[in-house]
């Protein structure tokens, strides 16, 4: 099954060299166009994996109008979050997504969403990864903003034992 996915979650998996997951679990992953422009002015060493992925299985699908339930329920989001919502409802296709409003606007419009935390839940349970958490701490180190508890609760979902209280 193919996805649509936003800016975010794309980096965070460049960011600790997973985008392969987004692959092995979904196949093609399409983009609209500002999500690649978005992705074309980043810089770093997740700037060459991401090149990679859209050398490969990483595709920008053009967008046409946007109907009018999209645009209402979307107009307050970001370009990118905006038109990849609008993707994912176009093609009837999961939305990879962490922005919470984007996430809320898609879920209105019934389109299923998963984020970077899902991805790599679900890439544990094909036994793709061995850890979500240490994976999670390797994005935070890199940048990408995620609460001590989000990475608890999807530890704890992927069936890994907390961290070992200091002292």
């Known amino acids: 099954m193919s996805v649509v996915s936003n800016t975010g979650p794309l980096i965070a998996l460049a960011k600790v060299d997973q985008l392969h997951l987004l692959e092995r679990l979904f196949g093609q ?14 810089s770093g060493l997740e700037a ?5 992925a859209l050398s490969s299985f990483v595709q920008v699908k053009e967008l046409p109008k946007f109907p009018a339930e999209v645009e209402a329920l979307t107009n307050s989001l970001d370009v990118g979050e905006q038109e990849a919502v609008a993707l994912a409802q176009q093609l009837s296709l999961p939305l990879v997504m ?8 898609a879920q209105r419009l ?13 890439a544990k349970q094909d036994s793709l990864v061995s850890s979500v958490r240490a994976l999670l701490e390797q994005m935070r180190a890199q940048g990408y903003w995620l609460s001590d508890e989000l990475i608890a609760a999807a530890a704890s979902q992927a069936g890994e034992p ?5 002292g």
């Open 162 to 166: 907390g961290p070992l209280p200091n």
């Open 110 to 122: 019934n389109i299923a969403v998963t984020g970077c935390v899902g991805v790599l839940i679900r």
């Open 29 to 42: 992953v399409y983009i609209p166009p500002a999500v690649h422009r978005e992705l074309l002015a980043k």
């Open 98 to 105: 962490d922005d919470r409003l984007g996430r809320e606007a």
């Open 48 to 52: 060459a994996r991401l090149d990679e």
